[in-house]
């Protein structure tokens, strides 16, 4: 079983930065791309960025230029680094990643961690 947990959520002003975690832990071979989603409410999930196991990088135009994905392929972890954070970005930010582990290649997602962003 593959268990991915995000961390680093939390209130933070307009302007402000938050650094998002997401940490896959489990039978896992290896992590193919990792991508990072968010729901606000009422609204329909949508993608923010994705970041393939090479380090090639793909962001949403909404975000792109304030927002940075990284990852470590040795901890499993890919990584948000948020800047100039506007009220819009408030919403639940969710992890997902494709995962080969035991023989099978699946499609997991964490259990989100809340961002708010006051103005």
């Known amino acids: 079983q593959v268990q991915l947990v995000e961390s680093g959520g939390g209130l933070v002003q307009a302007g402000g930065s938050l650094r998002l975690s997401c940490a896959a832990s489990?039978?896992?071979?290896?992590?193919?791309?990792m991508a990072w989603y968010r729901q606000a409410p009422g609204k329909q999930r949508e993608f923010v960025a994705v970041?393939?196991?090479?380090?090639?990088?793909n962001y949403a135009l909404s975000v792109k230029g304030r927002f940075t994905i990284s990852r470590d392929n040795a901890k499993n972890t890919v990584y948000l680094q948020m800047n100039s954070l506007k009220s819009e970005d408030t919403a639940v930010y969710y992890c997902?990643?494709?995962?080969?582990?035991?023989?099978?290649?699946?499609?997991?997602w964490g259990q989100g961690t809340q961002v708010t962003v006051s103005s």
């Open positions: 970041i393939t196991r090479g380090g090639i990088t």
């Open positions: 489990g039978s896992i071979f290896s992590t193919n791309a």
């Open positions: 997902n990643a494709d995962v080969l582990s035991s023989g099978s290649r699946s499609d997991y």
